[in-house]
């Protein structure tokens, strides 16, 4: 059964990639691609920058100046009422936006134009910070009501793991404090029986890292149940039910390594348990780089595509980390997401008039958002960036341009066959 389980899998995401390259091959031929000519891949990394600090900056300077909550448009899905969603939404921006620049923020400080650019958000946010979790703030977030916070102090919690020396020691004691206040607070409820878990599991990791008292039962219960969902081939289930969508990208892999990494450095998992979690994502980011279309397309498969450019997250965090297939060059991962960026981003219809992502997927399309979605939560997009955490000067940025898989099927080059792997 998990054989078929296997095969079944590869040939539905074999076919939507395929689907979703003929239908843009055959627009092609009535427009002009909006993805430019071969650039240099500085000139990648100037693009990938300059965006990033697009997205991010309307949430991080606006936390810092504690006028989030002000001047933060609140969209929400046809039908829907804000009223809820301000309980929640404005964590989701913070939390989602501080994982996705985190890599990026913690490199050092130069001289360049990218360079001031980090500072000066790293500095507002650090500022951004301490109000969010100020009772005094008009800026304060909510922790301490609803299941969802769950969520979003888990991003915010990956942040601090993936930048302890730009984001967390930075802070001032009484911030400190206060923020393992918070995540403590999170205990008094509980969430969906799927991938919330593993956000349990690394809001208790990470206050183990700190030196706060963690529960070794949430950790305990993420790591079995996830790994029980493990379904072959790079896949995991979203709970009991194998689901069709990007969450092993979203959520489930980085997360899940993230989360192992902690618990294996403090000597309460295997490194044969972390390395393998690692060989999944590793194995999975093949197929998140096959599904890029020649044209710099990917499916809009499944829930939450409105959380754009993180269905490539796991490709970047495997990047990032410089574990990359053997077959899977640095460059061609870096022209394939340039690719997508350009295509998703380049006109504009993906904010508002004051810098604020939308909902929708390409453009402003509120009836594919779900019904837990509000602006917040499209910060999500920023998790696709993570290899501007790689210095310029490494190779993710110096090789020559290169062809990504698709592009090389498409265009009569030679590539790699695929097949399943078992681990």
């Known amino acids: 059964m998990a054989s078929i389980r296997k095969i079944s899998l590869g040939v539905l995401i074999g076919l939507l990639s395929i689907s979703n390259v003929a239908v843009y091959a055959q627009k092609e031929k009535k427009a002009k691609s909006v993805v430019p000519a071969t650039t240099t891949g500085l000139q990648n990394r100037e693009y990938w920058c300059d965006l990033l600090y697009k997205i991010a900056s309307p949430v991080i300077f606006n936390l810092a100046n504690s006028?989030?909550?002000q001047n933060m448009p609140v969209e929400v899905p046809p039908g829907q009422?804000?009223?809820?969603?301000?309980?929640?939404?404005?964590?989701?921006?913070?939390?989602?936006?501080?994982?996705?620049v985190a890599p990026w923020l913690a490199l050092p400080d130069d001289v360049t134009k990218e360079g001031k650019m980090r500072k000066e958000l790293r500095t507002a946010l650090l500022k951004g910070i301490a109000n969010a979790v100020d009772p005094n703030n008009p800026d304060y977030l909510n922790f301490r009501t609803e299941s969802q916070?769950?969520?979003?102090?888990?991003?915010?919690?990956?942040?601090f793991l993936r930048a302890p020396k730009a984001l967390w020691e930075p802070l001032d004691s009484l911030t400190k404090k206060r923020i393992a206040q918070e995540f403590k607070a999170l205990r008094t409820r509980t969430g969906a029986y799927n991938n919330w878990l593993l956000f349990a599991g690394i809001n208790e990791?990470?206050?183990?890292?700190?030196?706060?008292?963690?529960?070794?039962?949430?950790?305990?219960?993420?790591?079995?149940?996830?790994?029980?969902?493990?379904?072959?081939?790079?896949?995991?289930?979203?709970?009991?039910?194998?689901?069709?969508?990007?969450?092993n990208s979203y959520v489930i892999h980085p997360m899940l390594v993230d989360f192992f990494k902690v618990l294996t450095d403090k000597r309460r998992l295997n490194v044969e348990e972390y390395d393998k979690a690692v060989k999944r994502m590793v194995r999975y980011s093949e197929f998140s780089e096959r599904i890029i279309s020649p044209e710099g397309t990917y499916p809009p498969m499944g829930r939450s595509v409105t959380y754009r450019t993180a269905a490539f997250q796991a490709l970047g965090q495997v990047a990032l980390m410089e574990k990359l297939p053997e077959q899977i060059e640095p460059a061609q991962v870096r022209c394939a997401l340039t690719a997508v960026m350009h295509r998703m981003y380049d006109q504009g219809q993906n904010f508002d008039r004051n810098g604020w992502l939308i909902l929708g997927f390409c453009g402003s399309q509120p009836m594919i958002a779900d019904g837990y979605t509000s602006t917040g939560s499209l910060y999500m997009a920023t998790l696709g960036f993570l290899p501007l955490g790689l210095p310029a000067d490494n190779k993710f940025w110096t090789d020559p341009a290169t062809d990504w898989t698709s592009k090389k099927a498409w265009n009569g080059q030679p590539f790699k066959k695929d097949y399943h792997v078992d681990y």
Do not use: C, H, N
Not at 81 to 100: C, I, N, P, S, W
Not at 153 to 159: E, G, H, T
């Open 67 to 69: 006028t989030l909550k």
């Open 81 to 100: 009422k804000q009223d809820f969603f301000k309980k929640v939404t404005y964590l989701e921006a913070v939390g989602r936006t501080m994982a996705g």
């Open 149 to 159: 916070p769950i969520v979003d102090a888990a991003y915010m919690a990956q942040a």
């Open 205 to 247: 990791a990470f206050l183990m890292t700190i030196g706060e008292q963690a529960d070794p039962v949430r950790i305990e219960f993420a790591r079995r149940k996830i790994l029980e969902w493990y379904q072959g081939d790079g896949w995991y289930s979203d709970g009991p039910s194998l689901s069709i969508d990007y969450y």
